[in-house]
């Protein structure tokens, strides 16, 4: 079906930013709907944000104005433009797709926002 691969993670001080990338294994041109979540110690996996096939997006309240998802079909990969990081961002960071109304996931990248 799909891979999907998370880079771009890293240990950043508050207020900066991090681009986190996510390359889908094939085209990613007629999936549905892909998106970032995350996962913080001691918390369950949240929505961060997801895009359609269309290009229209949507964010947790938590993140929007900080963060910026996009998608290029042409390199098949996702991207989540994290700014003005806090603390509160700190968590592993999972790629999903939705494809046929079943969901992948990439294998995580940990973003770190401390002083």
């Known amino acids: 079906q799909v891979q999907l691969v998370e880079s771009g993670g890293g240990l950043v001080q508050p207020g900066g930013s991090l681009r986190l990338s996510c390359a889908a294994s094939?085209?990613?041109?007629?999936?549905?709907?892909m998106g970032w979540y995350r996962q913080a110690p001691g918390k369950q996996r949240e929505l961060v944000a997801i895009?359609?096939?269309?290009?229209?997006?949507n964010y947790a309240d938590s993140v929007k104005d900080r963060f910026t998802i996009s998608r290029d079909n042409a390199k098949n990969t996702v991207y989540l433009q994290m700014n003005s990081l806090k603390p509160e961002d700190t968590a592993v960071y999972y790629c999903n797709a939705r494809v046929n109304g079943e969901d992948y996931w990439g294998q995580g990248t940990q973003a770190t926002v401390s002083s």
């Open positions: 895009i359609t096939s269309r290009g229209s997006t």
């Open positions: 094939r085209n990613i041109f007629r999936i549905s709907i």
